[in-house]
């Protein structure tokens, strides 16, 4: 019980871990890196490959839960049938007046 609850903690931290750099990559591309030229014009370079990280952790971490109900699969759904067989019991009369049934 101890272990479920101390895995949920850490998988809760790694998902707010992901949305954090993604939240973070996005604002990187979005500032992107700030040059000179030879001509001595501001030039502003957005690194495409952050933009495509920064949207697939984000949607990683909106659809993930989807993603991991594939991967752990679903709840049992079907009645468990079991067929209990009944031995032989006997009647046996206590000292308070009450008839016990038991099996072996």
């Known amino acids: ?3 479920l609850v101390i895995l949920r903690l850490l998988t ?3 998902s707010l871990a992901l949305l954090g750099v ?3 990559l996005g604002w ?3 500032e992107g890196d ?3 030229n030879d ?3 501001l030039v502003q370079i957005r690194e495409d490959w952050r933009l495509w990280a920064a949207g697939a952790l984000l949607a990683w971490s909106v659809l993930g839960r989807f993603a991991m109900g594939i991967v752990l699969g679903r709840p049992d759904t079907a009645r468990t049938r079991l067929k209990l067989e009944r031995g032989q019991g006997e009647f046996f009369d ?3 007046g009450a008839t ?3 099996e072996r």
């Open 100 to 102: 016990v049934y038991v």
């Open 12 to 14: 809760s931290f790694l």
């Open 39 to 41: 001509d001595g014009l």
């Open 34 to 36: 700030a040059y000179y």
């Open 94 to 96: 206590t000292p308070t």
């Open 1 to 3: 019980m101890a272990l």
């Open 22 to 24: 993604a939240i973070y």
């Open 28 to 30: 990187s591309w979005y």
